[in-house]
């Protein structure tokens, strides 16, 4: 059985009022429901971020076979560090009063809020990559990752009892967003306010 599935913030998963917006401690507002269309299953890869200790800024990340594919590691409060399987740092979070980011998959040093911004009206968040403006949008109980002009999805991120569940469709892979997807779930989901 799935435990609070909501992927913003397990404290709301059993309020059921859709007039409440759930808490999403700055990453994204709630804007209610819109129609998507899901990539055949076949096709998509899942990454399970677990083991937190005591949050998502201090996981595990396994891909196919159970493999681990990331760390994320926080020294501290002012530094989290994305590592890949063989150890070698893919991207760094510095926390501060305007937190920013640096990986390969976002390009130079940057507020995290000016990769992940948010829109003018608060109901989703852009992501720039390879100089493509993708879109993360809540959908019901899913964080959704869509490519300009597109309904299908490019990753889906939700909430179970004990794991955040990223999963990536061929497309996604294709584009090469898997670090980048994986770096926006550990910070949408961080429970910080990134901008």
């Known amino acids: 059985m799935v435990y609070g599935t909501d992927p913003?913030?397990?404290?709301?998963?059993?309020?059921?009022d859709p007039n409440n917006a759930p808490s999403v401690f700055g990453a994204l507002p709630y804007p209610g429901s819109a129609s998507s269309v899901d990539p055949p299953l076949h096709t998509r890869v899942t990454f399970?971020?677990?083991?937190?200790?005591?949050?998502?800024?201090?996981?595990?990340v396994f891909g196919p076979n159970n493999e681990?594919?990331?760390?994320?590691?926080?020294?501290?409060?002012a530094l989290t560090l994305l590592k890949n399987g063989a150890g070698q740092n893919v991207a760094l979070i510095e926390?501060?009063?305007h937190p920013?980011?640096?990986?390969?998959?976002?390009?130079?040093?940057?507020?995290v809020g000016k990769w992940l911004s948010l829109s003018p009206d608060r109901r989703v968040r852009g992501m720039i990559h390879s100089r493509v403006q993708y879109?993360?949008?809540?959908?019901?109980?899913?964080?959704?990752?869509?490519?300009?002009?597109?309904?299908?999805?490019?990753?889906?991120?939700?909430?179970?009892?004990?794991?955040?569940?990223?999963?990536?469709?061929?497309?996604?892979?294709?584009?090469?967003?898997?670090?980048?997807?994986?770096?926006?779930?550990?910070?949408?989901?961080?429970?910080?306010?990134?901008?």
């Open 100 to 111: 920013t980011v640096e990986a390969q998959a976002v390009g130079a040093k940057q507020p």
């Open 8 to 16: 913003f913030s397990a404290q709301n998963a059993t309020n059921n």
């Open 48 to 60: 399970r971020f677990t083991s937190f200790n005591p949050t998502i800024l201090d996981c595990s």
């Open 68 to 77: 681990t594919y990331y760390r994320v590691v926080t020294a501290g409060q």
């Open 135 to 195: 879109t993360w949008a809540p959908v019901d109980r899913f964080l959704l990752l869509f490519a300009p002009g597109s309904s299908e999805w490019l990753a889906r991120v939700t909430k179970t009892y004990d794991a955040v569940l990223l999963e990536l469709s061929a497309r996604a892979i294709e584009l090469g967003l898997v670090d980048a997807a994986v770096l926006a779930t550990v910070l949408l989901q961080s429970g910080r306010s990134i901008g």
């Open 95 to 97: 926390w501060q009063s």
